[in-house]
């Protein structure tokens, strides 16, 4: 069953259509006519001087079509008002299709702003008049920002611009901390233990995040030459993003609810292990269900089929995926509440504790991050939360990785040795901890 849902998803995320910088497909006199402007593509470019790049296979048919461009800027509400030929009317730059090649720069602005780019001829506000059979018109559209010597060869928009840095950055942090940290680690998990699970799926769960890390790099470092980078890498790392999302929830739900169902007849010998039942396993389940359908839905929704890192997204399903992060946080703070509360044990309580940290930084950061990118420019928003959630939750996951290879009680009630336990607490600390 699980190969079988793998397999399907993956199928949706390799069949979906993701859009770049440079964009190309047929200028359609039926879908101007039925949209009132066939629009081409969406860019927010930076405050220079940008450019826009439309080349034509058949500038002979668009002459005789009286085919052009018609650039808007920031105007989604606005056009949707509009008649036909008031929206016609309402664009800031034409473009007439009569050539090859037209190169169009747009004017410096004050701040980043978003252009949308329609396509309209002779036949767009025409509702009576038959449309002839044409063939439709093949182009291809470039649209650059001025790069950092001022030269319009920058093919991300301004939401995007800094986030091929980021990512290379993070491969790097993951590159070195894998060096240091993975002999001592597969040491750990090949020696067992109460909670070898646990690591296991940590481990798992981080190693998605580097893979979905890795992808959105590929993808954008080839953007940056050609504007359209490589669209399967940028499906496979929200895959592996979303894989790693539901793996830490199934871990997270299963110790929290193992823990409390499984109270009364737990060992005091193995007061921490991973127990599982048929209700903990029930809970832990369904939520994983409910987030991956939220997260796939999320995803999807986009009218455009386009791709955006979901983190940043403000749809209902976005809406409602915050909500359950929040929920499911709250469900968290009362199980750990009911632990701690009835626990005598100062070395227990600081456990459960510490495991509440890095349960409600990985739940809340997302929401909280939402709410606090309100207050930055449009165009920085959607980078302050993608960021935001990737460092927050690689944070939450060193924090259960240093919580379950430290000498606290885990280890006191493990047969493993901290000498070789990657992530460890220092002495000095743990004696004046503890």
Request: proline fraction near 3%.
């Amino acid at each position: 069953m699980w190969l079988l849902l793998f397999t399907l998803v993956a199928a949706v995320l390799v069949s979906s259509r993701v859009t770049g910088k440079t964009v190309t497909g047929l200028f359609k006199s039926e879908a101007a006519r039925r949209q009132k402007g066939q629009f081409i593509t969406k860019f927010m470019y930076q405050g220079g001087e940008g450019l826009l790049v439309c080349r034509l296979e058949n500038s002979a048919l668009a002459t005789e079509k009286e085919s052009r461009l018609l650039l808007y800027q920031d105007m989604d509400s606005d056009l949707d008002n509009l008649s036909c030929s008031e929206r016609l009317a309402k664009a800031q730059f034409t473009i007439p299709l009569s050539q090859e090649e037209h190169n169009q720069t747009i004017p410096r602005q004050s701040s980043p702003t978003a252009w949308q780019v329609l396509y309209a001829d002779r036949y767009t506000c025409q509702e009576r008049a038959a449309v002839p059979s044409h063939a439709d018109l093949s182009f291809t559209v470039l649209l650059f920002n001025a790069d950092s010597a001022g030269n319009p060869l920058e093919h991300f928009s301004a939401e995007e611009a800094g986030l091929h840095s980021f990512y290379f950055l993070l491969l790097l942090a993951y590159f070195i901390a894998c060096c240091i940290y993975v002999q001592p680690l597969y040491q750990a998990l090949r020696k067992g233990g109460p909670m070898h699970t646990v690591l296991k799926v940590l481990t798992t769960a981080l190693a998605l995040q580097g893979c979905s890390a890795l992808c959105n790099y590929v993808h954008l470092a080839r953007c940056s030459r050609d504007g359209t980078g490589i669209p399967l890498m940028g499906s496979l790392a929200e895959f592996w993003d979303m894989v790693s999302q539901v793996s830490m929830l199934y871990m997270l739900l299963s110790l929290c609810m193992g823990w409390t169902l499984s109270r009364g007849r737990k060992p005091q010998s193995r007061p921490l292990q991973w127990e599982q039942s048929p209700a903990s396993r029930a809970v832990a389940v369904g939520g994983v269900i409910t987030q991956g359908a939220l997260l796939l839905w999320e995803q999807y929704s986009e009218s455009e089929g386009e791709h955006h890192s979901y983190h940043a997204q403000l749809s209902l399903a976005g809406l409602l995926l915050m909500a359950l992060r929040v929920s499911l946080a709250l469900l968290l703070a009362s199980v750990l509440y009911q632990i701690t509360s009835t626990e005598r044990s100062t070395l227990k309580r600081d456990f459960y504790l510490t495991f509440a940290k890095g349960c409600f930084l990985w739940f809340l950061c997302h929401p909280v991050l939402v709410l606090v990118s309100v207050v930055f420019n449009k165009h920085q928003r959607e980078k302050v939360v993608t960021i935001g959630v990737i460092l927050c939750q690689s944070i939450a996951m060193v924090i259960l990785y240093q919580l379950f290879l430290s000498r606290s009680l885990y280890w006191e009630v493990s047969s493993l040795s901290s000498v070789s336990l990657p992530l460890t607490m220092s002495r000095t600390n743990h004696r004046g901890r503890y």
